[in-house]
C-alpha cells in the first residue's frame, strides 16, 4: 500500500497531472482524518478501561488484564479500515 500511494506521489510530482495531484492531495487528507479517528478511538477504548478497572475496584474485583491490547487495537482499528479500503480502490 505505502509503495502504491508513494508511486501515486511521485507520479504527481512529475507529470503535475490534475488526476494525479488531486489522488496526492487525497492521501493527505485521508492521513489526517485516519489520525483523529484513531485517537478519538483511543480515547473512547481508554476511558471505558478505566471505568472497568474502577467498578472493579469498587467491587472489591481485580480489574481485567489486557486493557493495553484492548485500547491499541481499538486506535487500530479505524486506519486499518481505510488502508484496507484504499488498497482496494486502488488496485483497480
Given at each position: 500500500?505505502i509503495?502504491?500511494?508513494t508511486q501515486?506521489?511521485?507520479?504527481a510530482?512529475?507529470?503535475?497531472?490534475?488526476a494525479?495531484?488531486?489522488?496526492?492531495?487525497?492521501?493527505?487528507?485521508?492521513?489526517?482524518?485516519?489520525a483523529?479517528e484513531?485517537?478519538?478511538?483511543?480515547?473512547?477504548?481508554?476511558?471505558k478501561?478505566g471505568?472497568?478497572?474502577?467498578?472493579?475496584?469498587?467491587?472489591?474485583?481485580?480489574?481485567?488484564?489486557?486493557?493495553?491490547?484492548?485500547?491499541?487495537?481499538?486506535?487500530l482499528?479505524p486506519?486499518a479500515?481505510?488502508?484496507?479500503?484504499?488498497a482496494?480502490?486502488?488496485?483497480?
Amino acid at each position: 500500500m505505502i509503495a502504491t500511494r508513494t508511486q501515486a506521489m511521485a507520479m504527481a510530482a512529475m507529470t503535475g497531472s490534475a488526476a494525479d495531484y488531486a489522488e496526492a492531495s487525497r492521501m493527505v487528507t485521508e492521513k489526517m482524518a485516519a489520525a483523529a479517528e484513531c485517537a478519538v478511538a483511543a480515547n473512547v477504548a481508554l476511558m471505558k478501561e478505566g471505568m472497568n478497572a474502577a467498578a472493579a475496584i469498587a467491587s472489591g474485583k481485580r480489574a481485567a488484564a489486557a486493557g493495553h491490547n484492548r485500547v491499541a487495537a481499538a486506535a487500530l482499528r479505524p486506519y486499518a479500515k481505510r488502508v484496507r479500503a484504499n488498497a482496494r480502490r486502488l488496485v483497480k
